[in-house]
């Protein structure tokens, strides 16, 4: 599914964030990325997201060598994963509704066909009754929720969330968590950028820590 | 709860943004450009049609010996071919008090005007879509009557002809000028409006959306707001134009030896160019930019 070789990062000409990056992520798994902060994990997850490209090594994504791609097969490929962003990302003068409906739309499906299926999900959320609020109007807690529906919605194939739990309280974590588990279970390969080791200790998903940009211990998924 | 159509992806900017007003008052001056070059294109057929066709024949005093008989004698026999040319329907002199009308801006009414010897004249017309061979003619009234100028106005068409295509390039020179100008304004704009929601171009972009989708978001908008814009200024042109002609019909006319700046009911729809070609400029000219500027991004 995501196959990183050798990958080195640097923004500009400044150091190099991520050196010799190497890993697999299998089709189905479900991963955590951890690391202290500065470590280089929303770097890495910007590389797989086709945010910016690799300063060297080689990224495989669903298959495609990302060097040698064509650029107009990137939108399709984008289209196939779901991101929750560090810091959410929301359109402020769309609805909560909207937001979360936006790859929907992208996927050009039209209103009537999802209606339904985003406002379960805003209400699995814990988002019921706060489906018309504009982001600006909602906690932070909430806005991530929101965040988070939107990132799964479209049943990606490949979901990676930056401290998808960072401000909401355990419960609602632990909530968010069975959402990702969820979804894993229906097939989507999850990686999730986290510092909450409460909530890597209750999980047995596969961990990989990046420390001064280079991946230096890998815990197998647990039995 | 939520809005039954799908929200703009990009926020709407409410009222009238100066980008607007530049485009009302761009839209107003093509208007009246291509205005002017309507009614010059009509004016210079009208005066070609009012002195094609029409010949006058000018008999001038003999330099020696008493001018009556003979200015008559010559008259009569320059009447006589133009009478036997094909092609002229009708040619008759013209009276003494005609032609003391046509002089009196030069020489006034005074008395002593009525013992000068005056010239004849003579006007003919040529039925429409007839070539008449006027050198020939020329000739054939020299030999009949030597003191006889022959003017078919040829000289007076070109150089009204002349005139009107000065005018109607000058006004097809402003709007190509005024296209310019509105493509680069457009241009500006959706760059600075590209700069301004760059966090939500990032995200769709990010989220996959087509390069066309997004751009498709921003030339709609502009589309809109420039048709709309270039209508409030080309229909206020129209509405000079309108005025104009009631002022005229009020028999108010500023300057008595020009054209009237006025347009017909059937060229005002012309106008209309003025709105669509606005919003087809700012329709390109917006997508091309958001094009240019996501080719940029990864
Ligand atoms: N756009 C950028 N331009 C330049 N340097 C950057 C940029 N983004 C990140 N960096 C640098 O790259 C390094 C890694 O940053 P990154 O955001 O990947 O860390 P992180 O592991 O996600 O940290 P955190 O846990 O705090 O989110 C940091 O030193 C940071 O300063
Ligand atoms: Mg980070």
């Known amino acids: 599914m995501v196959r990183f070789e050798n990958v080195g990062m640097r923004y500009g000409p400044g150091p190099e964030v991520l050196r010799d990056v190497t890993f697999v992520l299998e089709a189905g798994s479900f991963t955590f990325l951890t690391g202290p902060s500065g470590a280089g994990k929303t770097t890495l997850l910007k590389l797989m997201l086709l945010a910016e490209p690799p300063s060297r090594g080689l990224i495989t994504l669903f298959g495609h060598d990302l060097a040698t791609a064509r650029r107009g097969a990137f939108p399709a490929l984008r289209r196939r994963i779901g991101v929750v962003f560090q810091d959410f990302r929301l359109l402020d003068h769309l609805s909560a509704f909207e937001n979360v409906a936006l790859p929907l739309r992208l996927a050009g499906r039209r209103e009537e066909d999802y209606r339904q299926d985003v406002e379960e999900l805003l209400t699995w959320v814990g988002l019921g009754d706060r489906m018309a609020a504009p982001p600006p109007t909602l906690s932070g807690g909430e806005q991530q929720r929101v965040a988070i529906a939107r990132a799964v919605v479209a049943r990606p194939d490949l979901l990676l969330a930056d401290e998808p739990t960072g401000n909401v309280d355990s419960e609602i974590g632990q909530r968010l968590i069975r959402l990702f588990s969820e979804l894993n279970r229906l097939g989507t390969t999850v990686l999730i950028a986290t510092h909450d080791r409460s909530l890597i200790e209750k999980s047995r998903a596969k961990e990989m820590r990046l420390v001064d940009g280079r991946l230096v211990e890998l815990r197998a998924q647990r039995p | ?298």
């Open chain 2, 1 to 298: 709860m939520t809005a039954r159509r799908p929200a703009h992806i990009m926020p709407r900017e409410k009222g009238t943004t100066p980008l607007d007003l530049v485009i009302a008052v761009m839209a107003f001056l093509a208007a009246l450009a291509l205005g002017a070059s309507l009614v010059a294109n009509r004016t210079a057929d009208s005066w070609r049609a009012g002195l094609a066709g029409r010949i006058s024949v000018q008999v001038l005093p003999p330099d020696k010996g008493p001018p009556e008989p003979a200015l008559s004698r010559e008259t009569a026999a320059a009447l006589a071919i133009l009478q036997n040319t094909d092609g002229i329907v009708h040619a008759a002199p013209l009276s003494q008090g005609e032609i003391l009308k046509l002089v009196e801006p030069w020489l006034g009414q005074s008395a002593l005007v009525a013992d000068l010897p005056l010239p004849r004249m003579i006007d003919a017309t040529i039925m429409p879509g007839v070539r008449v061979d006027i050198p020939a003619l020329a000739r054939k009234l020299k030999a009949a009557a030597p003191d006889s100028v022959l003017d078919d106005h040829s000289h007076w068409i070109a150089r009204l002809r002349g005139l009107a295509d000065t005018v109607i390039w000058s006004a097809y020179a402003i709007l190509a000028l005024i296209a310019v100008a509105t493509a680069a304004i457009v241009a500006f704009a959706t760059r600075a409006s590209l700069e301004a929601h760059h966090e939500i171009v990032a995200l769709l972009h990010q989220m996959g959306a087509h390069a066309r989708f997004i751009a498709s978001a921003f030339d709609r908008h502009y589309l809109l707001a420039t048709l709309g814009a270039a209508a409030a200024g080309a229909g206020l042109a129209a509405a000079l134009f309108l005025i104009a002609g009631s002022l005229e019909y009020a028999g108010v006319q500023p300057v008595s030896f020009l054209p009237p700046l006025t347009l017909h009911a059937l060229e005002i729809p012309w106008l209309a160019a003025v709105p669509l070609g606005a919003g087809a400029i700012a329709w390109v000219t917006a997508r091309l930019s958001v094009l240019a500027a996501l080719r940029e991004i990864y």
